[in-house]
């Protein structure tokens, strides 16, 4: 399976400032996925990150809040917009492999915000 | 709306007998089911899974059961190991026009506590 490296692995912020995470996979993947874990909470799909065009989000995020880019197939960033205490979770990516499902999980990111 | 349930927070099973978690769901559409298994600070790890064409899959000491008419699948781990203590999700997608299963929707989780 794919092996995917997600940085930064924690971090501390500042209500109202904005922080990029990036994934990394060592093969090319047909599929990308950004998701939030809230505290005590389950996965929750926050977009699919589309190689060339446009993430795809699911309701409840939008673009301006979660921007996304795949400028390949084999990279991603989300970045979380203006944080504010809420956006305290642990965000994963995964990916899909050449071959199909199961989808394969990063380590994640936790971010609290202060 | 929750569309997949896993209604037991926790679970305590001794070494060696057989660990038992269960999992419902609502959305009659969903036809791929898989079963995860998380430690502390680190991602979800993908353990088994089944299609809605089959109603059991076997790998090793884990099985999965799907009963599609109740909506209910259930992961049998036996013999349960310490090793296995870590939280479970179950999570289900469907190819809805064909879109290769991109979206899992996840359960809660539950806490599995293997005591040696």
């Known amino acids: 399976s794919a092996v995917i490296s997600q940085k930064p692995s924690r971090d501390i912020c500042q209500r109202g400032t904005s922080l990029t995470i990036q994934c990394q996979v060592d093969?090319?993947?047909?599929?990308m996925f950004w998701y939030r874990q809230q505290p005590g909470q389950s996965l929750t799909l926050i977009a699919t990150?589309?190689?060339?065009?446009?993430?795809?989000?699911e309701s409840g995020f939008v673009i301006d809040k979660f921007p996304i880019s795949r400028p390949n197939l084999t990279f991603s960033t989300l970045t979380v917009s203006n944080m504010s205490p809420e956006d305290s979770s642990i965000y994963l990516c995964?990916?899909?492999?050449?071959?199909?499902?199961?989808?394969?999980f990063g380590d994640g990111t936790r971010l609290s915000i202060l | 709306d929750q569309q997949v349930k896993q209604n037991s927070p926790s679970l305590s099973v001794q070494e060696g007998r057989i660990s038992i978690l269960n999992c419902d769901y609502t959305?009659?559409?969903?036809?791929?089911f898989l079963w995860y298994k998380k430690y502390p600070a680190e991602g979800p790890t993908f353990l088994i899974s089944i299609s809605s064409i089959k109603d059991k899959n076997e790998d090793g000491r884990f099985t999965v059961f799907l009963n599609k008419s109740a909506k209910h699948l259930s992961l049998h781990i036996v013999p349960s190991q310490p090793g296995d203590s870590a939280v479970y999700f179950c999570a289900a997608t469907d190819n809805a026009g064909g879109t290769s299963y991109g979206k899992l929707t996840f359960g809660q989780g539950t806490i599995l506590t293997v005591h040696p």
């Open positions: 093969s090319q993947v047909t599929m």
């Open positions: 990150a589309n190689q060339g065009s446009e993430a795809t989000y």
């Open positions: 959305n009659s559409m969903f036809d791929y």
């Open positions: 995964s990916v899909i492999g050449q071959g199909g499902q199961p989808q394969h």
